[in-house]
């Protein structure tokens, strides 16, 4: 594959798993199979481009309060080592199984992200226009804004979180795809954290869940910087473009443009995987 080719390709994908709090590799680890890239080479790639798209909308996402710090290191811990031991195992994996565990693994979120209606969290008129946004200090909640309104939340069920989180590792460690497409809707849905806080809080430290995964990569032999560097060039510009277009979404369309996204994915891997 052409080295412009593979930019383009980081960049639409970091732009897409931005505004959906996904992940780019989700989307950009699939296409690179489909084209014909072996799984060994393609999820190095695919974690190099979670990490740029990662540091690019962090900032934007930071300064407007939606990125909650200590949830976002809470479900980490658990996705790091998940994504340790995937990463370890991914060799031994056969490529048809992997391709089927990714395609039901983006089932099951794109369902979670279609199954509920409207919004969980909203805004609330005892928290008015002055009322500074950002997360609780010390606790699992915070506030942010939307539109001209703060919506307040408190994260639930942390256990369980952090066990789909973990599995969310495994995955990402196993594919090389970030895991943002199993940890979004694992915040989202279960622990009741806003579709807007989740999918920013997620694109933040899928930065971490990609470092942790391609340290072990590196120590097996297995990165390919020449093509890596085209893709991280295109996440980046991908990264910043989907943070500035995810602030102006809604939490319904932030939602709903997640499900779709891995409904695509879905379809494109298990397809792969049937006629492989």
Known sequence: MSLPVLALLGLLAA????????????????????????????????????GAGSLASGARQLNEGLVHHRIGLTVELAASVG????????????EQLLAFVLA?????????????KGMRNLPQAAFGEEAVTGEWPGTLGGQYRLGDQVVPYQARRVP??????????????????????????AMSEVMHVPAK????????????TAATGLLVYAG??????????????????????????????SPVTARRLTGALLLVVAAVVATRAVLA
Do not use: H
């Open 83 to 94: 994504v340790v031991g995937g990463a370890l195992a991914s060799t031994q994996v056969p």
């Open 220 to 249: 097996q032999g297995r990165l390919e910087l020449r093509e890596g560097a085209a893709a991280v060039l295109g996440a980046l510009a991908g990264g910043l473009l989907g943070a500035r277009l995810q602030s102006s979404i």
């Open 197 to 208: 806080v989740a999918a920013a809080t997620t694109t933040f430290t899928l930065g971490l």
């Open 160 to 185: 369980l979180g952090m066990v789909l989180c973990l599995g969310a590792g495994v995955v990402a460690g196993l594919s090389g795809v970030g895991g943002g497409f199993l940890k979004t809707p």
């Open 104 to 116: 039901g693994a983006a089932l099951v979120g794109a369902v979670a992200a279609f199954a509920r």
């Open 15 to 50: 732009l897409a798993g931005s505004l959906g709090g996904i992940g780019g590799a989700t989307l950009l680890v699939p296409a690179l199979l489909v084209a014909g890239m072996e799984p060994t080479v393609a999820a190095p790639i695919g974690l190099m481009v979670v």
